[in-house]
């Protein structure tokens, strides 16, 4: 089947789950509605729970990475590097929207001023944080060029930490007070006109000294007033049901108060390229097949290549060097350039079979001695840790 593709990543995300949980379900309703005896459909029910729940175990890995895969694709194809800025959105009403956010704090005595500073406090209701801040700093400038927008990318940085812990949770656990303080610091530009030389480099710029995402986050929002566009880092961090990245706090912030709730994808052109190794035009179901093959078919297949090997004993093949050494294996990736004659190889630091353990220097060393003189004899020299990724 060549549908769903991957481009429509939210679905083929909900679609994985009503596969698994729906054929779970149409086999329950169909022994439900048979014409048989009370025990034999209790037998049935037991049987098949039990098959969903080993099913479950079995390709749990595949589950989880198709899981956060698509989530990742799904933030990718709903990004955009810039948005029209809607007719029905006008400057008043936007910055309006802003200024109702958080309570006002008087800005520090630092060029450029924001003409509004605001500040929530939430307390946590997980483990993942101690509390989470948002502050929003609003400025306008006639003129945005790169020694501006950093000045006020200073200004709004400087501002932010003069409101770190302004308030604090009244009680945490201690998993709690352990786990660091979620922040996220949106600075909304207003500029009458962009630099013609600034605007193609704009989107890269806003990307620039954002924060790790998880729990520190600067989000800087240019909106264009003489074109009417808005530029800003819109791509979210995948959440999977554990810490939510405060990074997507931010983004909502600005989709809720610059946009009114709804970033403008339709007719928009400007999205960002696809990840890597990821063909948006695949289908769901060769995607699925993939991630069988190379979480368990594959690790399958190299038990069985390792548990017939002997110690030192190495197999190339496709690119792949695989090393028999004592009872553990190791997996690396080698290129080998014929014009230098030299075999590039994967760096050696974890064990690849039966877990990804450390290896000791030691053993790296007698390991890359035992590779080195194998590629000798056919001809080639060396160099580890090199292959490009």
């Known amino acids: 089947m060549k549908y769903p593709k991957l481009k429509n990543a939210l679905l ?49 890995s595949v589950l989880m990475f198709m ?38 704090y008087e800005p520090i005595a630092i060029t450029p001023r924001p003409t509004y500073l605001g500040y ?12 989470i801040e948002r502050v929003v700093a609003i400025y306008h400038t006639d003129l945005l060029d790169k020694d501006t927008y950093h000045s006020i990318f200073r200004s709004a940085d400087a501002n932010s930490r003069m409101l ?30 962009v630099e013609d030389n600034l605007k193609n480099e704009l989107y890269d710029m806003v990307c620039k000294n954002d924060g790790e ?66 063909d948006t035009e695949s289908s769901l179901w060769k995607f699925w097949g993939d991630m ?6 594959v690790p399958r297949e190299n038990k069985k ?23 553990k294996g190791l997996l690396l990736g080698v290129e080998l350039d014929e014009e230098r004659k030299i075999a590039i190889i994967d760096e050696i630091d974890l064990w690849y079979y039966p877990k990804a353990n450390e290896i000791g220097k030691d053993t790296v060393r007698s390991i890359e001695g035992l590779i080195t003189a194998h590629f000798a004899m056919q001809g080639y020299s060396c160099q580890f840790g090199e292959l490009d990724e």
């Open 12 to 60: 083929c995300r909900i679609l994985t789950y009503v596969v698994v949980f729906g054929a779970f379900a149409a086999l329950l309703s169909i022994v439900l509605a048979v014409n048989i005896s009370e025990t034999l459909k209790i037998v049935l029910v037991i049987g098949i729970s039990i098959g969903l729940i080993v099913y479950l175990f079995l390709n749990l």
């Open 67 to 104: 899981d956060i895969m698509l989530t990742t694709l799904h933030c990718r194809n709903t990004a955009r590097r810039q948005f029209k800025i809607p007719d029905s959105r006008t400057t008043q009403s936007i910055e309006k929207s802003l200024t109702r956010y958080g309570r006002e």
């Open 120 to 131: 929530k406090f939430s307390s946590p209701i997980t483990v993942y944080s101690s509390g």
């Open 164 to 193: 770190q812990e302004k308030k604090k949770p009244l009680f945490l656990d201690k998993s709690q007070r352990e786990s660091p303080l979620n922040r996220v610091t949106v600075i909304v530009i207003f500029a009458t006109r």
């Open 213 to 278: 995402g998880w729990s520190k986050s600067v989000v800087p929002c240019v909106i264009d007033l003489s074109d009417r566009i808005c530029v800003f880092n819109c791509e979210r961090i995948p959440y999977c049901g554990m810490q939510y990245p405060v990074k997507n706090r931010g983004i909502r912030i600005i989709r809720k108060r610059v946009f009114g709730g709804r970033l403008p994808l339709r007719n928009n052109a400007y999205t960002l390229p696809s990840l890597d190794g990821i």
């Open 292 to 297: 069988i093959k190379e979480n368990i078919s």
């Open 305 to 327: 290549r390792y548990g017939s090997m002997s110690h030192g004993e190495l197999v190339f093949d496709d690119g792949i060097l695989y090393v028999k050494w004592q009872d």
